[in-house]
């Protein structure tokens, strides 16, 4: 069974400083990882993903995620942080192999303070 | 760029009866579509996979005869509360993949409250 884990249910930081906001994953086969961010009562906006390749992505907002099969993660980053990144952060997971659907974390509040 | 559209975006309906939420996509074949609930604050919870023409594979713990989902064309995919309860007052989210498996689109998501 695939599953994604967020550890860490709100990240606070300043504007202008760097932010991660951590995910890492379990697959049977190789993974589909995406990052998704939810405004209130909004749905969901796609910020990157990973399929093959490098493994830094870069993605929308100045976003970027790096995949790490070792330690199983695709962290989310951002070097400066703006007030309107705060959101709900999802990171997400697709076995490809199985061809099923998105399992989602449990989201990640992200909080940038001015 | 592919586009998901969600129909209606906000439904509020009485206790017992039914509500169907439209699901579509409009720039692209939707070979599967998938259908998330969420509760504030929540994860997104998989309800059921749809593929087109056949039926929908439910996840465990969902009522399928609570909510039917239909998948009748390569674009169009609906979910059906039926009987309504206040505790289905949620927030639904479609999503659909194309042909090639890569990339999934969401919908903007159709707010049921239940009254």
Redesign the interface.
């Known amino acids: 069974a695939q599953s994604v884990a967020q550890p860490e249910d709100q990240v606070n930081v300043a504007e202008g400083n760097p932010l991660t906001v951590k995910c890492t994953y379990s697959v049977s086969g190789n993974p ?1 990882l ?1 990052w ?1 961010v939810q405004y209130p ?4 906006q ?1 910020l990157l ?1 990973y ?1 093959t390749g490098d493994n830094l992505v870069k993605g929308s907002y100045g976003f970027e995620a790096e995949f790490n099969k070792s330690q199983t993660s695709f962290h989310l980053k951002k070097p400066s942080a703006l007030v309107s990144d705060s959101a ?1 952060y ?1 990171c997400a997971v ?1 076995d490809i192999q199985a ?9 990640t ?1 992200l909080s940038v303070s001015s | 760029g592919a586009v998901v559209s ?1 129909h209606p975006s906000r439904v509020i309906c009485k206790s017992g009866t039914s509500v169907k939420i439209e699901c579509r996509s409009l720039d692209f074949q939707a070979t ?1 579509m ?1 259908w ?1 609930r969420q509760f504030p ?4 919870m ?1 309800m059921a ?1 749809s593929n087109e023409g056949s039926k929908a594979t439910y996840e465990q713990g969902v009522e399928k005869d609570k909510f039917l989902i239909n998948h009748a064309s390569l674009t169009l995919s609906t979910l059906t509360v039926t009987s309504a309860h206040p505790e289905d007052s949620s927030f639904y ?1 479609c ?1 659909a993949s194309g042909t090639s ?9 159709s ?1 049921l409250t239940v009254v």
Request: proline share 0%; net charge positive; aromatic share 24%.
């Open positions: 589909y995406f998704y009562n909004r749905g969901l796609f993903k399929i709900l999802f697709r061809g099923t659907a998105l399992i989602f974390g449990k989201g509040t | 969600q599967t998938f998330y604050k929540q994860s997104l998989l996979t989210i999503s498996g890569n990339t999934i689109y969401f919908g903007e998501g707010w």
